[in-house]
């Protein structure tokens, strides 16, 4: 069984600038996940799916953040603009009921 | 405000021993607990999970104990090698929710 696939593996933006990340979740999962990981610190969700419907973006900032399910698989979180205290690794995983499979994650550097 | 959090930021053994990671939550609706093990450079991995009612669960070198009187989680690994290395974390699934809950981590070092 392919795991969770993102990419890109490693992104640099200047702050103020847009960002893109891609997730291909494991074929079946039903529920998505975007988890922020401040260096040193626990992953934070950022947005959850279920297919493709949002079930809780409380923590997303709204602001700044988008993502989007459109056909309950693949996802795209979008940073705009950035700035330097988004710099984390940004973690993709699924799920199809109890346990979540995690992807390797984009770590993004805002300088 | 609730939180699932851990003892100790980082644990240090020596190769062969047994390792004890512990984790306290503050939510009495949690019903399922998951370790998750993470290196460097990686997303996290499923190490074992248990469900509110469990007390003790088994897996290949690692045990998750569960005391829901104290709300307090505790993850064993038995003759710890080098490949234990890593960042520990637990998290909770709250009763009817999705949402995955992470604590801050343990850092656990092998010692030669």
């Known amino acids: 069984e392919a795991g969770v696939a993102q990419s890109p593996r490693y992104k640099i933006i200047e702050k103020r600038q847009s960002v893109a990340f891609w997730c291909n979740p494991i074929?079946?999962?039903?529920?998505l996940y975007w988890y922020q990981q401040i260096l040193g610190q626990g992953p934070k969700l950022l947005i959850q799916f279920q297919n493709n419907g949002v079930v809780d973006d409380s923590q997303l900032p709204k602001d700044r953040f988008s993502a989007e399910r459109l056909k309950g698989v693949d996802s795209t979180l979008k940073i705009q603009p950035a700035k330097l205290e988004d710099s984390a690794v940004y973690l993709c995983?699924?799920?199809?009921?109890?346990?979540?499979?995690f992807g390797q994650g984009t770590r993004l550097t805002v300088v | 405000g609730e939180s699932v959090g851990l003892h100790l930021p980082t644990l240090s053994v020596q190769e062969g021993d047994n390792s004890i990671i512990n984790c306290a939550y503050s939510?009495?609706?949690?019903?399922?607990f998951i370790w998750y093990k993470q290196e460097s450079g990686k997303g996290p991995q499923f190490i074992i999970d248990?469900?509110?009612?469990?007390d003790k669960r088994q897996g290949q070198r690692v045990t998750v104990l569960l005391n829901k009187t104290v709300k307090h989680l505790s993850l064993q690994i038995a003759a710890t090698q080098p490949g234990d290395s890593a960042v520990y974390f637990c998290?909770?699934?709250?009763?009817?929710?999705?949402?995955?809950?992470f604590g801050q981590g343990t850092r656990l070092t092998i010692n030669p």
């Open positions: 939510n009495s609706a949690s019903d399922y």
């Open positions: 998290a909770e699934k709250r009763k009817g929710a999705q949402k995955l809950v």
């Open positions: 248990i469900r509110s009612n469990m």
């Open positions: 995983a699924s799920s199809r009921g109890t346990e979540a499979f």
């Open positions: 074929s079946g999962h039903a529920t």
